[in-house]
């Protein structure tokens, strides 16, 4: 697939999310205390809620122009797996048998490592590897973002089977549904009433909130602005106010993200020529970090934090030229010519 301009800002939304996972988890990989007045681990969740809203909103826009069952989910399965067998393979091939501590014999005919393998099944994150990282604060710790990639598969299988049901046939009946499992979220496992951080619950509900915009793509963007403008004061109310966090991130967040993806802002947008690296970022941002922090355990935390962003952007770059993109040709099995210039879905 080339890397042209896609006149939108999606891309570098998603550089940017995968970008705030690295520095969020670094805190905990290198056993750095933020300062108090940031919730570093509030940063890494919200990147996760941007990627989340952005996939809603693309593939449903992608299930929109082409309402198939077989050719949407070949669409989804490539441009999630490759990446994420090639993350598998190098986390075993080169990070693991680099940094175990164990004989590489022993290391590849491990239980353990064997079992890393079921990550390609997407059901499921397996995140440790035995013996790597052995004097690391999170030891045995290879990949832990690849927790979220079964919930992503999820929502796909999910959007697909609401679709076969017909319920986008109706926009309204879509509106109905997806505001219903909002509510269900909101009321039923929403930590501001609940405690308890509901992730598997929370996260979808930003999917479909994307996707809802998506069916109303033409009446979000011709007054995007003024619901921002509404819904705005409205968040930092729930915010500040009520300190309801999580109510208020989802009211705002969606749409503010779709507002600013879809901007056309030619010198931010020039940069995004050279390819979308942020899924690649986000695979090998945590490898990549853990061996930093092994190769040069003393680094100040700054510089620590700003290598692994350049190595991991390395491996980015690397993961969409080599595998992502020449992957995603495929897609053209199932491709209809789309009516304007689109971000990668």
Not at 309 to 325: I, P
Request: positive net charge; charged residues 10%; hydrophobic residues 50%.
């Amino acid at each position: 697939m080339s890397t042209q301009h896609r006149g939108n800002l999606f891309d570098l939304l998603r550089i940017g999310a995968a970008s705030a996972v690295i520095f969020s988890h670094h805190f905990h990989i290198t056993r750095t205390a933020p300062p108090s007045w940031l919730h570093s681990d509030m940063v890494g969740g919200v990147a996760v809620m941007t990627f989340f809203t952005i996939s809603g909103y693309l593939v449903t826009l992608s299930w929109l122009r082409q309402p198939q069952a077989l050719a949407f989910l070949f669409k989804r399965f490539l441009r999630i797996w490759p990446g994420v067998l090639f993350a598998v393979l190098t986390n075993v091939f080169l990070f693991g048998l680099f940094f175990t501590s164990m004989p590489a014999a022993d290391f590849l005919g491990h239980p353990d490592t064997l079992g890393y393998f079921r990550n390609l099944l997407l059901i499921k994150d397996y995140p440790y590897l035995p013996g790597v990282f052995e004097n690391n604060p999170l030891k045995h710790l290879m990949n832990g973002p690849l927790w979220t990639i079964p919930m992503e598969s999820l929502c796909y299988l999910v959007l697909a089977g609401v679709g076969l049901l017909g319920v986008f046939k109706s926009r309204w009946f879509a509106c109905i549904a997806g505001l219903a499992y909002i509510a269900f979220f909101l009321t039923a496992r929403n930590a501001d009433l609940t405690g308890e951080m509901r992730h598997w619950f929370e996260y979808p509900a930003y999917f479909t909130y994307g996707a809802l915009i998506a069916v109303f793509r033409d009446e979000f963007h011709a007054r995007s602005g003024r619901l921002l403008l509404i819904l705005t004061p409205l968040a930092a109310v729930l915010f500040f106010g009520f300190h309801l966090e999580h109510s208020a991130g989802l009211l705002l967040l969606p749409p503010l993200l779709i507002f600013l993806g879809s901007l056309n802002v030619p010198a931010l947008a020039f940069l995004q020529r050279g390819g979308d690296p942020s899924y690649g970022i986000y695979l090998y941002g945590c490898p990549v970090q853990q061996s930093v922090h092994a190769l040069w355990p003393h680094l100040p935390f700054m510089t620590s934090l700003l290598l692994s962003v350049a190595l991991a952007a390395v491996a980015g770059y690397a993961s969409w030229h080599g595998v992502e993109s020449p992957v995603l040709r495929f897609k053209r099995l199932f491709q209809r010519a789309p009516a304007v210039p689109q971000a990668v879905a």
